[in-house]
């Protein structure tokens, strides 16, 4: 067994483009000036992998299979999105990205309580999650839903293949991303299930036997909350002036009107269509394709919001990683729970911020940006780390103030904390190392 605590922490993010992929090492002492390093991989994902970086996610796994010496110690999925996940899927000819991760041996596999497959995904049965000592938790409906949402997923990309060329280009490309986001990825789920050799699914507040794996680390588990502990985790909100960061400046972002296309302009000079519905249908196809994407907005917006929170307390240093959480997974921790107070004051003096769902609009609550003590300019003593996996152009929209990553908050990471983030990694140096040691 190693010591009682480690005496470093070694955090590796990996260049996936628009997802996440990061590699925890606790280096714990051992015998003789030698070390027993314990690997924790949280994530691996991309919808976006930069064309500058050719190897793709088989490349990415082949280089944490380096990096943790061919064992892991355990796998932490946040959730079930694209971009967090499938670079666990296994392939025919079994080198996939996740044949790769698989054959590395990990001791567990941490997910949210939504992928547990004792949980029924029936949507017409009223069953409940089962802690394991008969108490319920859930509705299983819940979980129907979030099945749901992969088969309509499914349906918008065969539409968008359809129209083509019907549909604004903006509108499609969003379409494309969130479509193929919020697949139902297997492939992934299912090598995640068997790749461990245990698996837990947790919940708020629950604890986990990967901190029987690394001594002297605790592991709070702060979301998500199940639908029994916080309805209000079904709700999606799309403002909100005292959390999310929706305003750059003084110079808010200019919003196209709607009617501002002449039916008279060139692009409606299709004559093979009747004169008076060549603009007219055009507008209909794009006022239908808006309506569908508003839809699958609502949807991702769920996924996220089943992320696992988990904070990685080492002595006198935090390390927080809320996978895309959003807010109203957050509130739950932050304001509503009947420890919320104490989850406030657990966080003030956090190390380290995974920045959530890669730096969008309202994965951050500013009521838990307030509360990071360690912020502040350069000369701040044990100043916070901030590391965002991310990239421009691939979600949101500016006109609409919901790009990713969003600028307001990059301006204030880049302010306060000293700050990372994968878009400045390249082909010559595709992944980033920080190291902590002041336990």
């Not at 992969?150 to 968008?160: K, M, N, P, T």
């Not at 549909?167 to 789920?189: C, I, K």
Request: hydrophobic share 40%; with cysteine; proline share 7%.
């Amino acid at each position: 067994m190693p010591s009682t605590k480690p005496i470093k922490l070694s955090i590796r993010s990996y260049q996936v483009g628009f997802g996440d992929c990061f590699l925890l090492t606790f280096r714990y002492p051992a015998a003789a000036g030698t070390f027993d390093d314990r690997h924790v991989l949280i994530d691996c994902g991309s919808t976006g992998m930069p064309k500058k970086i050719s190897s793709g996610l088989p490349g990415v796994a082949k280089a944490i299979a380096q990096d943790c010496g061919n064992k892991l110690t355990a796998v932490i999925a946040t959730h079930r999105h694209a971009d967090h996940i499938n670079g666990f899927a296994t392939s025919a000819g079994g080198k996939g990205p996740g044949d790769i991760l698989r054959a590395l041996r990990p001791e567990l596999v941490l997910q949210p309580w939504t992928e547990d497959p004792k949980v029924a995904k029936d949507a017409h049965s009223p069953q409940l999650l089962s802690s394991g000592k008969g108490k319920a938790f859930g509705p299983a409906k819940f979980v129907a839903g979030l099945g749901g949402m992969h088969e309509f997923a499914a349906l918008i990309l065969q539409d968008v293949k359809r129209l083509g060329r019907a549909l604004p280009v903006r509108t499609a490309a969003q379409l494309n991303f969130l479509g193929e986001e919020n697949l139902a990825n297997l492939a992934a789920v299912k090598n995640l299930m068997t790749m461990g050799k245990k698996n837990e699914y947790l919940f708020y507040k629950n604890t986990t036997a990967l901190a029987k794996l690394l001594p002297g680390v605790k592991i709070h588990v702060l979301g998500p909350p199940t639908p029994k502990q916080y309805p209000d985790i079904e709700k999606q909100r799309s403002k909100d002036n005292a959390e999310f960061w929706h305003i750059l400046g003084a110079a808010a972002s200019h919003l196209t009107s709607p009617g501002g296309i002449s039916p008279f302009a060139a692009r409606f000079a299709d004559k093979t269509r009747p004169a008076a519905t060549r603009w007219f249908i055009p507008r209909i196809t794009a006022a239908h394709a808006e309506q569908r994407l508003e839809l699958v907005r609502i949807l991702d917006d769920a996924m996220n919001n089943t992320s696992l929170i988990l904070l990685f307390e080492i002595g006198k240093m935090k390390f927080l990683f809320p996978g895309d959480a959003q807010i109203e997974n957050w509130s739950y921790a932050l304001k509503d729970a009947p420890d919320a107070v104490a989850n406030q004051a657990l966080l003030v003096d956090t190390d380290f911020y995974k920045v959530g769902h890669h730096g969008s609009l309202n994965a951050t609550p500013k009521t838990l940006w307030k509360l990071f003590a360690k912020k502040g300019a350069v000369n701040t003593p044990d100043r916070l780390h901030t590391a965002v996996s991310t990239m421009a152009g691939k979600h949101g929209s500016p006109s609409r103030q919901t790009e990713v990553p969003r600028r307001p908050l990059v301006l204030e990471l880049e302010k306060n904390s000293v700050f990372f983030t994968t878009q400045k990694l390249t082909k010559a140096k595709p992944s980033e190392l920080l190291e902590f040691d002041k336990f």
